[in-house]
T-cell receptor
Framework: NAGVTQTPKFQVLKTGQSMTLQCAQDMNHNSMYWYRQDPGMGLRLIYYSASEGTTDKGEVPNGYNVSRLNKREFSLRLESAAPSQTSVYFC?????????????FGSGTRLTVV | KQEVTQIPAALSVPEGENLVLNCSFTDSAIYNLQWFRQDPGKGLTSLLLIQSSQREQTSGRLNASLDKSSGRSTLYIAASQPGDSATYLCAVSPMNSGGYQKVTFGTGTKLQVIP
């Protein structure tokens, strides 16, 4: 099915470990996003990529890095995981700039840092 | 700074009942407003997108309205079914250029439809 695919679905890390969350979309969308969702705080934007080759910080970028590998793929890296990064991470994409046509979301990665 | 509020945080209704979910926002300079559905352990599914120039959008049993002047949107669900049980979120895109980086999400209303 067309859409946004995230891997892994679940992950447990120890404090200080690193990992990369993968995201790929097959809808030929230009813009991609990484959000985190925490109880009572809604979704917060970590990083976004308006188009292939560009990335920009969102609301909560500290502790994360991203790579827009090509038009399809946008990865999120935690270099040294901290318990505060325990969250559900969602990747999303849109056809063009902004959310004019609406978002398509992946199913999420549930990350626990112990 | 845009703030989006959804009250109540949780709602339980008997099957067949018509219901209204609320979304309030503080800055009326919006480009559009979207309603999403999130099932447990799943991502967000877009339900309806209302542009700032529109008053409402309909899809099946769902009807979303927008009143920019009062900073409110409602999602009306007709003849609710147990399969409608999920968390419903609204998200507001600002009017400024690009704007996607400042899309603000509400924290959602968790709906339970009891058979």
């Amino acid at each position: 099915n067309a859409g946004v695919t995230q891997t892994p679905k679940f992950q447990v890390l120890k404090t200080g470990q690193s990992m990369t969350l993968q995201c790929a979309q097959d809808m030929n969308h230009n813009s991609m996003y990484w959000y985190r969702q925490d109880p009572g705080m809604g979704l917060r934007l970590i990083y976004y990529s308006a188009s292939e080759g560009t990335t920009d910080k969102g609301e909560v970028p500290n502790g994360y890095n991203v790579s827009r590998l090509n038009k399809r793929e946008f990865s999120l890296r935690l270099e040294s995981a901290a318990p505060s990064q325990t969250s559900v991470y969602f990747c999303a994409s849109t056809v063009g700039r902004g959310a004019r046509e609406g978002y398509t979301f992946g199913s999420g990665t549930r990350l626990t840092v112990v | 700074k845009q703030e989006v509020t959804q009250i109540p945080a949780a709602l339980s209704v008997p099957e067949g009942e018509n219901l209204v979910l609320n979304c309030s926002f503080t800055d009326s300079a919006i480009y559009n407003l979207q309603w999403f559905r999130q099932d447990p352990g799943k991502g967000l599914t877009s339900l309806l997108l209302i542009q700032s120039s529109q008053r409402e959008q309909t899809s099946g049993r769902l009807n979303a309205s927008l009143d920019k002047s009062s900073g409110r949107s409602t999602l009306y669900i007709a003849a609710s079914q147990p399969g409608d049980s999920a968390t419903y979120l609204c998200a507001v895109s600002p009017m400024n250029s690009g704007g996607y980086q400042k899309v603000t999400f509400g924290t959602g209303t968790k709906l339970q439809v009891i058979p």
